[in-house]
């Protein structure tokens, strides 16, 4: 009867949890917030919103044209901190970990702690006990790195400017201008690095040397070779993540492929072009890759790619967004949206409220 009760009392508690997720959509042009069940649970009145990642979301309001107020809301659309109610933009760094992208100010939200953030942008969601963060603690000119949880670390050397060190390494810039990969204890693994991406993500480090060009291994070796596209020269600037066991990468301007982590490829289409933008890299999501395609008249639409380069959601739509907790938002045929990842149509007009 007991093992009954707890088997009932789990049940129970996952689905609180569960019908407690809310995913972000829009309509007339405002942000609003629905449940699993399909129902609005905060009204649409945000000129700007993020999913929730955790208990919190980032939305915005438009003060005057162009000038957004930026906030930090729990589920029931309360602000939770004063201290993230401020006219610049946020980021979340991390759950419960927030960046404001103007003073270089870093916050947590459930410590309290802030901390002068050395690093000017963060291209996505990190995760993980071993993410460190670069700051100047104290307004100390040598920077140095943070854990998770606040606690910090100085990193020997002669450090012109360090980058977030994910998996034990970091890109990093001397005082005398030298690039390299570095570890937790400042060696340094790889040098001569002309450009790599912003952080190691799903074990991978996109790097490009002197003399080779390819990602990394958390060792420091080149395990998949490969040539990386870059418009401009500002490292690290080499925005292909993996995500989901692939990397999307463009090596001209105007190639992709899919590489998977063992070094396998496919090559796109050259009538798909990979969404991406500053702060957002393409990434899969929910196993969907958001690209753009040109109809019959030469007018972009937005569909969906599989891990097949295939199309799995169809490009038939004149705005989008990508996959985020099982949903993207969409407009179809001037209608605002969100679909799920086997692209069935929701109207926001018809959420139940």
Known sequence: ??????????????????????????????????????????????????????DYAIV??????????????NKENKIVDSKLD???????????LYYNNWNSFLYNIKTKKDYNCQFARGEYIYSGEDFYIPVEKNNREVPCYITLDGN??????EWLKLYPMKSGMAFAVKKNFDQLIIDEKGNEIVT????????????????????????????GEFVIQCKFYTAEFNPPNLLYPFNEGVAVVQQKKDEWYIFDNHGKYIMLSSEYT????????????????????????????????????????????????????GYAMVVYNNEDGIIDKNGKFYASSSLNK
């Open 60 to 73: 915005a309001t438009e003060i005057r044209k162009e000038k957004f107020q930026y906030s930090v809301i």
């Open 192 to 219: 001569e690095v002309a450009n790599a991406g912003y952080n190691f993500s799903e074990g991978f480090l996109p790097v490009e040397t002197s003399k080779r060009s390819g990602y990394i291994s958390n060792k």
């Open 274 to 325: 990979p969404m991406t933008s500053y702060l957002r890299p393409s990434i899969f999501s929910n196993g969907r890759l958001l690209v753009s395609k040109a109809d019959k008249n030469r007018n972009k639409k937005y569909g969906y790619l599989n891990k097949q380069g295939k199309e799995a959601i169809p490009c038939i739509y004149t705005e989008e967004s990508p996959f985020e907790n």
């Open 152 to 157: 910090d670390f100085n990193i020997s050397g």
């Open 1 to 54: 009867m007991k093992k009954l009760f707890i088997f009932i009392l789990s049940l129970m508690t996952s689905f609180i949890l569960f019908a407690e997720e809310l995913h972000v959509f829009k309509m007339n042009g405002k942000y609003g917030y629905f449940d699993e069940e399909m129902k609005v649970k905060i009204q649409p009145q945000y000129d700007k919103a993020e999913e929730f990642v955790g």
């Open 86 to 96: 401020c006219s610049e933009e946020l980021l979340l760094i991390t759950e419960n």
